[in-house]
């Protein structure tokens, strides 16, 4: 072979080598967040926006959104028979990110909706979040088919996996009855709840403790009212943080009212009477869920006493059975000697040992 067909050959081979790279790097390009269309309505390639700046998707409450986990964000227009609608889509971290943007943004005039895991209206902007990703969607016009398409969206939205997908508990602690709705947030960082005008200073709740907080506003018979569940990682730590609450005249929206649970602490403030304060209190309780993981009996290489009573056992088996096989074996050589005599055992024989004492 001459020299310029094994340089024609190598680059052949060198450029099928790069060809196969490139497509298996296209093919493991990460997913977009928006899909491309959903219940006939198209998304409009020149129109996607996607970032990983949290201040392009919001410039007033980005560090909220860094509190919550934001991890990357992407918009798109899609249109459908003339009509637009603009998508904007977010995803966090994990399932609980998105879940606490949402109590973020979500309004008590605006109307609840069964979109996603959870979702609420205000005439044309739609907000619901579905796993770790929350969308708010501005509809050009509202019909009676737009949250059947929404709800598409949601389906066709990446979800997480594992642990990820996983939504926090707390919120479940808080008392339903007399509950204002679209109050409910979900508060992990000082941004967000000093945002919300939360009257308890971030000093006395100490982050660096990694608490996450729930609150909640509440109709009382003389007005409305707070409640707080701050859930902390230690029953110690809540201990320590209930002790550190100074007195309900010394806080500005008060009066206060406290109570520790485990590693819960609930506050309440606002205007409500003591014994209407005490109810809702009493409705904190931490349920602790226990797993009963401990052995019922101990494991066979730990057990020593019973490896002892196992070798004896053995030992007397294996004593048994020589006795069994000795004395059946004597006693078949003495039967057959009695009724065939020199005929099967010669006792002379050399395969019977025997002393011979004369």
Not at 115 to 124: F, K, R, V
């Amino acid at each position: 072979m001459s020299f310029a067909r094994f340089g024609f050959l190598l680059r052949c081979v060198l450029s099928l080598i790069l060809l196969t790279a490139a497509a298996f790097t296209q093919t493991k390009a990460p997913a977009t967040l928006l899909p491309h269309s959903f219940s006939g309505w198209q998304i409009d390639a020149k129109s996607v926006k996607a970032g990983s700046d949290p201040a392009a998707v919001d410039p007033a409450d980005f560090s909220v959104l860094k509190e919550y986990g934001f991890a990357d964000s992407e918009a798109a227009t899609y249109s459908r028979n003339g009509r637009k609608m603009q998508i904007k889509a977010v995803r966090f971290a994990d399932a609980s990110g998105a879940f606490g943007a949402f109590t973020y943004y979500d309004q008590p005039q605006m109307r609840t909706e069964t979109i996603g895991d959870a979702g609420a209206s205000n005439n044309t902007r739609i907000l619901f979040y579905k796993g770790n990703i929350l969308v708010d969607a501005t509809l050009q016009d509202v019909t009676a088919m737009s949250a059947a398409d929404l709800r598409s969206l949601a389906d066709a939205l990446p979800r997480p996996k594992g642990t990820l997908a996983t939504l926090p508990t707390l919120l479940n602690n808080l008392p339903a009855q007399s509950r204002l709705p679209n109050t409910s947030r979900y508060v992990v960082g000082p941004e967000a709840l000093s945002r919300l005008g939360v009257s308890i200073p971030t000093q006395l709740l100490d982050f660096s403790k990694s608490p996450e907080l729930v609150m909640a506003r509440y109709r009382t018979s003389t007005g409305e009212a707070e409640m707080t569940i701050i859930g902390y990682p230690t029953p110690q730590i809540a201990r320590e943080r209930i002790a550190a609450m100074p007195s309900s005249g010394s806080l500005p929206g008060g009066p206060y009212y406290f109570k520790r649970s485990g590693p819960f602490v609930a506050v309440v403030n606002g205007s409500i009477p003591a014994d209407e304060a005490q109810s809702l209190l009493a409705s904190v309780n931490y349920d602790a869920d226990v797993t009963w993981n401990q052995p019922t009996k101990i494991k066979p290489a730990e057990n020593r006493a019973g490896f002892i009573v196992a070798l004896v056992l053995l030992c007397i088996m294996a004593i048994l059975a020589a006795l069994v096989f000795g004395f059946a074996f004597g006693g078949i050589r003495l039967l057959m000697a009695r009724f065939f005599p020199n005929k099967v055992f010669n006792p002379e024989s050399s395969d019977f040992i025997h002393l011979d004492l004369k």
